[in-house]
């Protein structure tokens, strides 16, 4: 019985033995984890140009449909669609027979109505003279003066009927009201078009050609700031962009409009660009490139050094002993890659670029150092 009693305790002696040896391993003290490999900047100031983009729209200052005012079938075409056509230039004819049939009419009746007018004045005439002798009733000079008024008020209307089928006759050509360049024809000839109604063309200058952008009602000042200034053609501050293509020539800014939008805060502004080669056309959508005017040093760093917290922005500093501190900034506008800060960083601090995800307040690192910002 004895030995039977040491085999039942044996077994479970050694289960306990071992576990506390297991203990003891799994309680041992861990060193401080490694440091974290990060790459920093340092931090400079440099001469930031960026510009403020805006979205616009071009078009011509002086642009016009040209619609028919009389109807009728066009019987002439006087230019080449695409063209480009001097003020007062003929382009095209409308079948003027019938216009012209009124006006010979027109005419024929006012010289009906003047000779009408011409008999009663020569009866107020005679019948005044022989009033003077008591020699005709005073009615029939009455009569006679009632004559003569309705003649004259005939030969007036005879006249503004004239005048309006002349208009028309004249209508029926249609020239070109200002010098620019013309479009596509909506019509051929043997078209038949509707007075007031049908658009046979349009007509718009070339060269300048405005662009058209809305601006935040915050920035209006500085706007008309930039409008009171004195022009100069080599002055850069107004580019337009297409993708990536710039615009060669810059502009000039031509107004500001008199009123801010109530419903989107923004008021329109419009540029003027020279366009003697004829690449822009109204229509087209670009980008207003507004250089910054900024004569202060600005400290800018890589975009991806910065974090966002709840709307807030951030970047790791690295400090004493290898330790990061992260910082809030203020940020202002993107250049490409980098950022300008307004706020939070000085020149010669160094920041985090790489690795950032990784980090926390107070993290051990060890770094590589990249050129500085800007460089």
């Known amino acids: 019985m004895p030995s039977f009693s040491l085999k039942k305790f044996a077994v479970p002696a050694c289960i306990v033995l071992l576990s506390a040896c297991g203990a003891d391993k799994t309680q041992a003290p861990q060193g401080p984890p490694p440091p974290v490999a990060v790459t920093v900047t340092t931090v400079q100031s440099t001469d930031a140009v960026y510009y403020e983009e805006y979205p616009a729209t071009l078009a011509a200052l002086n642009q016009i449909e040209l619609r028919a005012q009389v109807s009728?079938?066009?019987?002439?075409m006087y230019f080449q669609d695409g063209q480009k056509v001097s003020k007062g230039q003929k382009?095209?004819?409308?079948?003027?027979?019938?216009?012209?049939?009124?006006?010979?009419q027109a005419v024929a009746n006012l010289q009906v109505q003047e000779t009408n007018m011409m008999k009663a004045q020569k009866d107020a005439e005679r019948y005044h003279e022989l009033d003077k002798h008591d020699a005709i009733a005073k009615q029939q000079v009455d009569y006679a003066d009632a004559?003569?008024?309705?003649?004259?008020?005939?030969v007036i209307a005879a006249k503004a009927s004239v005048n309006s089928v002349s208009a028309n006759v004249s209508f029926a050509s249609i020239y070109a009201p200002f010098s620019g360049t013309i479009g596509i024809s909506n019509v051929k000839t043997g078209?038949?078009?509707?007075?007031?109604?049908?658009?046979l063309n349009t007509v718009s200058t070339d060269s300048p050609i405005a662009v058209d952008f809305a601006v935040d009602q915050k920035e209006v000042y500085h706007f008309m700031q930039l409008q009171q200034q004195k022009a100069d053609k080599k002055d850069s501050t107004f580019t337009i962009a297409f993708g990536s293509e710039v615009y060669p020539y810059p502009g000039s800014i031509s107004l500001v409009d008199r009123a801010v939008d109530p419903q989107t805060g923004t008021i329109k502004t419009r540029l003027i660009f020279p366009n003697d080669k004829g690449m822009l056309k109204p229509g087209m959508n670009t980008s207003v490139r507004v250089k910054s005017n900024n004569a202060q040093r600005s400290i800018v760093i890589p975009n991806k050094a910065v974090t966002e917290q709840l709307g807030e922005f951030f970047v790791y500093v690295l400090g004493d002993s290898s330790k990061v501190t992260q910082r809030k900034v203020l940020l202002s506008k993107q250049i490409g890659a980098n950022i300008i800060v307004k706020e939070g960083l000085k020149e010669g601090d160094q920041v985090v670029v790489e690795g950032v995800q990784k980090l926390r307040e107070g993290t051990v690192v060890t770094t590589a150092v990249p050129k500085a910002a800007g460089k």
Do not use: F
């Open 72 to 76: 009728g079938y066009v019987t002439g």
């Open 91 to 104: 382009l095209y004819s409308i079948d003027a027979q019938v216009y012209n049939a009124n006006y010979q």
């Open 147 to 154: 004559a003569l008024e309705a003649a004259k008020k005939q």
């Open 191 to 199: 078209t038949a078009v509707v007075a007031g109604q049908t658009v």
